[in-house]
């Protein structure tokens, strides 16, 4: 596939880009704060755009979000489905549909995140989370 | 900045992306398919996500879609605000707030658009949008 590489110090797999973006949601889920500062790149350039928001940029806002997210105690389950997975050299990004079940209530939203493999760990660099019409 | 390159054959700017990204939305206001496929990478991994609808996947289906789109007639005057550029080697993208105005209603979305270095040239390769609330 065009662009498509892995090699050198950049080998990789699609399941390890999946299971950071699984990563991602185990913390989301738990409300870990803790697992969602090692799940991201720390970074000023990373991005966090929450169903409906315009994106927070920078590691302190994207961290002060989930911080706030958190304590309201308001964080989902999440059922993950429809996940497709792209890699190139050193960046990968996934898009996936989020299930969300909250308070009783569920919504759903279309996700694109995006992974650079840092020391050879996928990190989160962008999330981006639109709401998904119920057609 | 971690992680950020640009050197040898796949020098570039962020000034470049920002084309690259004003191209889709110049070909998205025209109703410009010619312009639209010129934006595109052709692969089988390409990825739309229109507001609202869950992400089309592979250049058959995401080209049937902007087909859809400007045989409708639809197509919206676009102003675009907040455009932040992030670049890696071979790899870029690019988030804005889409401020859409068609047949006299307004709405907002907020777009991360990935695009690939080929040949020399920033190629869409994945474009999601989600619709914004009105705070």
Known sequence: MEGMT??????????EVSAANAAFYE????????GMVSVWSHTDDVQCAHPG?????GWPDVLSSWQMIFAS???????LTDEFVTRRQ?????????NMLSRGQTATAAALNVFELIDGRWRMVAHHAGPLMTA
Chains 1, 2 share one sequence.
Not at 73 to 79: A, K, N
Not at 90 to 98: D, Q, R
């Open 6 to 15: 892995s090699e050198g110090s950049e080998d990789s797999t699609d399941e």
């Open 27 to 34: 913390a989301l889920e738990g409300g870990d704060l803790e």
């Open 53 to 57: 928001r315009p994106p927070l940029r």
């Open 73 to 79: 105690s308001g964080f989902p389950q999440v059922i």
């Open 90 to 98: 050193g960046i990968a990004w996934v898009t996936c549909t989020e």
